[in-house]
């Protein structure tokens, strides 16, 4: 950070062409880029394979993030069905339910409306140190704002509700007490139509500015800002209103967690309460990524994702010893993920711990692993992650 803001200022002071100084990288790892080396991780297992052909997931591979835009073709991917080959020339969005006109749209009559951007990082739900963080990217997304086309079609006074169909479908054990019902489904998710009418939601086509891939959901696919990733239902064939809630398996089932409040927190406790919620907003996560060695130091680069409430602090802990406040990085905004860095100095030969918290503006801190003890099901955990490294 310090040498990319003094290579600035020589800049400035040197070049009157201030468009030469828009053409500065504004984000910080290029600072670290010269003369740098990556230090080892020790805490990754031999197995760890991001690309494993084997796993319908793609991951990221944290430690090589070089920008503040994951590329498209490391964009991590995940799906439960099969990824249906859609023909972007016959495809149909179509709009049902409680709107005054239903109605369908074709790829181009998309790109042919007023689009919008957002730059959105999310993660899976199912992300954690197992995936060593991998199951989440950052990526600037092109369509159309969701409530724009909705407001058009006119919503039925009624309508409460918005339930988004994928064209993937497959088998389900959908269990009901003691029956098994072996069924072909849809991919679907569903949301308020208060939620799936704020501004942000888009039905988005591109991704840093070209088509999404099959993998990504071509030809579009829903992006909602600072939700998990289930959200964001890909190969999107149709959007349905209506009045009542939508309990598909992967709304009501697959997408919940259950966790104990109140109480001490003994499993025992009597004033324990289990509650059962669903995945909607993404838990403020910070993960520390990647550690270079510079000529003075080293450089600590994370990456903090949540549902875009301002952040207040991002801080790094070395060997259990204080909380250091880390720098946001200038690329950052409300719904990318929120790089970070920090300038380690005086490291010493050998193995150490270095972790990282997050904390937003209402105060909501990244809890560490051990105070998530009483979330039982896996999803959502968003714990402190302590990485080991290698100084040599
Ligand atoms: N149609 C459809 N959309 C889907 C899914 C799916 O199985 N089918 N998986 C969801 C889940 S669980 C995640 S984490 C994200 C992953 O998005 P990506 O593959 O673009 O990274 O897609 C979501 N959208
Ligand atoms: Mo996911």
């Known amino acids: 950070m310090e040498e990319l803001i003094s290579r600035r200022e020589t800049l400035r002071k040197g070049l009157a062409a201030a468009s030469l100084l828009a053409l500065m990288p504004d984000w910080a790892l290029p600072a670290m880029a010269e003369d740098a080396s990556d230090v080892p991780f020790t805490d990754i297992p031999n197995t760890f394979n991001p690309n494993n052909p084997n796993s319908t997931a793609r991951l990221l591979d944290i ?7 994951t590329p498209k073709d490391q964009f991590f991917g995940t799906q439960h069905f099969n990824k249906p080959e859609i023909d972007g020339e016959k495809y149909r969005l179509k709009f049902t339910g409680l709107v005054h006109k239903q109605a369908e749209y074709s790829l181009s009559d998309l ?11 999310y993660e899976c739900s ?57 069924l072909e489904q849809q991919f679907g998710r569903s949301m308020t139509l208060e939620n799936a009418l704020k501004p942000d939601v888009m039905v988005a086509y591109a991704l840093n500015g070209e088509p999404l891939t099959r993998d990504q959901g071509f030809p579009a696919r829903l992006i909602v800002p600072g939700w998990y990733g289930v959200a964001n239902v890909k190969w999107l064939a149709e959007v349905h209103l209506q009045e009542d809630r939508y309990l598909g398996n992967f709304q009501a089932r ?48 994370g990456f903090v994702l949540n549902d875009g409430t301002p952040l207040k602090s991002v801080e790094v802990q070395i060997d259990g ?14 719904y990318s993920w929120k790089l970070f860095t920090y300038r380690w100095e005086g490291a010493t030969p050998g193995e150490h711990t270095l ?38």
Not at 63 to 69: C, N, Q, Y
Not at 324 to 334: C, E, G, Y
Not at 371 to 385: I, M, S, V, Y
Request: include cysteine; hydrophobic fraction near 35%; proline fraction near 5%.
């Open 63 to 69: 430690r090589k993030i070089d920008g503040p835009i």
């Open 111 to 121: 790109r042919a409306m007023k689009s919008t951007e957002i730059i959105n990082g």
């Open 126 to 182: 199912g992300n954690s140190p197992r995936a060593m963080e991998g199951l989440c990217s950052n990526g600037r997304f092109t369509g159309v704002r969701l409530s724009s086309i909705l407001k058009q079609l006119t919503i039925d006074p009624r309508a409460r509700e918005a339930v988004f169909l994928g064209t993937d479908r497959g088998p389900l054990d959908i269990v009901f007490r003691q029956q098994t019902y072996k």
């Open 254 to 301: 697959w997408y919940r967690t259950l966790r104990g409040v109140g109480g001490t927190g003994e499993d025992a406790d009597p004033e324990t309460q289990w509650i059962e919620t669903e995945v909607t907003r993404m838990h403020p996560k910070s993960v520390i990524a990647r550690v270079r060695k510079t000529a003075g130091a080293h450089s600590i680069l």
């Open 321 to 334: 010893g204080a909380w250091q406040p880390a720098t946001l990085d200038k690329s950052n905004s409300r």
């Open 355 to 392: 972790v990282s918290r997050v904390t937003d503006a209402n105060g909501v801190m990244q809890p560490e692993a051990a105070a998530l003890k009483r979330k039982k099901t896996f999803l959502e955990d968003n714990g402190q992650f302590p990485r080991k490294v290698m100084i040599s």
